[in-house]
């Protein structure tokens, strides 16, 4: 499994613990959108798309199946991520 493609919006939310939203593509052949880069007490990390359950309780709705691929995914998030705060911050100063 290859991620082929991960597109990152940065959130400028002060305060707030949403850093962004990241939609990524399997194989050219599956998209996966709202994965979230969050920022907790041990640092940042992926939320992967999640819905909430009646009792108020979130549940993923996609997730990987093994530490080899959650891997990939938050490798290749991460990455995207990184790119993309440069170049905010990048065009912040132009």
Same mark, same amino acid.
């Given at each position: *499994? /290859? +991620?082929? &493609?991960?597109?990152?919006?940065?959130?400028?939310?002060?305060?707030?613990?949403?850093? $962004?939203? !990241?939609?990524? %593509? +399997?194989? =050219?052949?599956?998209? +996966? #959108? =709202?994965?979230?880069? *969050?920022?907790?007490?041990?640092?940042?990390?992926?939320? *992967?798309?999640?819905?909430?359950?009646?009792?108020?309780?979130?549940? =993923?709705?996609? #997730? $990987?199946? /093994?530490? &080899? %691929?959650?891997?990939?995914?938050?490798?290749?998030?991460? =990455? $995207?991520?990184?790119? !993309?705060?440069?170049?905010?911050?990048? /065009? &912040? $100063? /132009?």
């Amino acid at each position: *499994m /290859n +991620i082929t &493609e991960v597109r990152v919006k940065i959130v400028d939310r002060p305060n707030q613990p949403l850093r $962004a939203r !990241a939609t990524f %593509t +399997i194989d =050219d052949s599956f998209v +996966i #959108h =709202d994965a979230k880069v *969050m920022d907790g007490k041990g640092g940042l990390f992926i939320c *992967m798309p999640s819905k909430r359950l009646s009792t108020g309780e979130r549940v =993923d709705i996609a #997730h $990987a199946l /093994n530490n &080899e %691929t959650r891997d990939k995914i938050t490798s290749a998030i991460f =990455d $995207a991520y990184e790119k !993309a705060l440069a170049e905010s911050k990048n /065009n &912040e $100063a /132009n």
